[in-house]
């Protein structure tokens, strides 16, 4: 069985990211597909800032226990849908920083992007795409954009346009399915 990880995208106070990756995780309930779906919060694993080697050096022996368990964490998961702010045109330091603590862990995978700010969060789309392609994770055409203008009440209380269930469905398929692929290569 495939497994994918809603993984949200920022840890500040306030955070909008948990309601926007359960919204996903909602909808991955209509996918008719076979896969598993499970929200994976960057928050819980309070991550240290890096400070080692670059971490494909250190074949996955990290001395710091919580990057230990949200290596075995993405370990576990063959694609990935990244609920993702804009922070300042790119993606949170907190994801950011997620992503760089580890390295093997993300090779050979899949992944959609579910953006949302007041352009759509298209720039941090397109740098979490980048970043993405450096960790050897493959990402599927389809993205869900939205806009804390229109999808928020007071930019805050999240009230998602109906239309967008349909873009994040195809985002959920294209996912499951380059997963499928990619697990051939692991
Ligand atoms: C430091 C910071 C920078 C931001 N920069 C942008 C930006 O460049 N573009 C944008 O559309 N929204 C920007 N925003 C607004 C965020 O899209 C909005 O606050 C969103 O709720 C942040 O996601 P979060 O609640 O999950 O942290 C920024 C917010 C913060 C906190």
């Known amino acids: 069985m495939i497994k ?8 500040r106070e306030g955070r909008v990211t948990l309601d926007v990756a359960n919204w996903v995780l909602e909808i991955s309930e209509q996918y008719q597909g076979e896969a598993e779906f499970e929200l994976v919060d960057i928050a819980e694993y309070d991550l240290p800032l890096i400070n080692t080697v670059p971490p494909l050096m250190l074949n996955r022996n990290y001395e710091d226990a919580n990057t230990t ?8 998961l ?4 990244f609920v993702t702010p804009e922070y300042n045109k790119t993606i949170s330091p907190a994801l950011a920083n997620a992503l760089d603590v580890l390295g093997p ?3 050979n995978k899949a992944a959609g992007i579910v953006g949302y700010g007041s352009t759509f969060a298209v720039s941090a ?6 970043k993405l392609a450096n960790l050897q994770i493959a990402t599927v055409a389809s993205s ?6 229109t999808d928020f009440v007071d930019m805050t209380e ?6 967008n269930v349909p873009t994040v469905l195809n985002v959920i398929d294209q996912t499951v399915n380059w997963a499928k692929a ?3 290569l692991r």
């Open 144 to 149: 869900g954009a939205l806009s804390i203008m």
């Open 78 to 81: 063959d694609g990935f849908i």
């Open 4 to 11: 994918i990880g809603i993984i949200t995208g920022s840890t």
């Open 182 to 184: 990619l697990k051939t």
């Open 105 to 107: 862990e993300w090779n």
């Open 158 to 163: 999240f009230k998602p346009a109906d239309y």
């Open 69 to 76: 368990q949200w290596s075995q964490k993405i370990d576990e």
């Open 125 to 130: 789309a397109q740098v979490l795409r980048l």
